[in-house]
């Protein structure tokens, strides 16, 4: 079982750059595909960006250029770096592991882009 808790978020002006954290719990961290969602009030939950356990990572187009994930197997967290918010960037952040065919979410956390 792995439990995943996210920390991070916040009410971030336009501009500005916020950095979310999510924490694994059990022993195969280093194994799990490892992403970060989002879904926006009225909208559908995405796939913001997805990294393996080999550090190879993609990104949607509406966050390319802007946002950075990356983990840390040892501290066993995954971090979203995000910089040049949007508004259109307003929304809860979901930190997501998937192993062997089993889903795990992490409860959420809201990110506000506003002036």
């Known amino acids: 079982q792995v439990q995943l808790v996210e920390s991070g978020g916040g009410l971030v002006q336009p501009g500005g750059s916020v950095r979310l954290s999510c924490v694994a719990s059990g022993s195969i961290f280093s194994l799990l595909q490892m992403s970060w969602y989002r879904q926006a009030p009225g909208k559908e939950r995405e796939l913001v960006a997805p990294?393996?356990?080999?550090?190879?990572?993609k990104y949607a187009d509406s966050v390319t250029g802007r946002f950075t994930i990356s983990r840390d197997n040892a501290k066993k967290t995954v971090y979203l770096q995000m910089n040049s918010l949007k508004p259109e960037d307003t929304a809860v952040y979901y930190c997501?592991?998937?192993?062997?065919?089993?889903?795990?979410w992490g409860q959420g956390t809201q990110v506000t882009v506003s002036s």
């Open positions: 997501h592991a998937e192993f062997r065919s089993k889903e795990y």
């Open positions: 990294i393996t356990g080999r550090t190879t990572t």
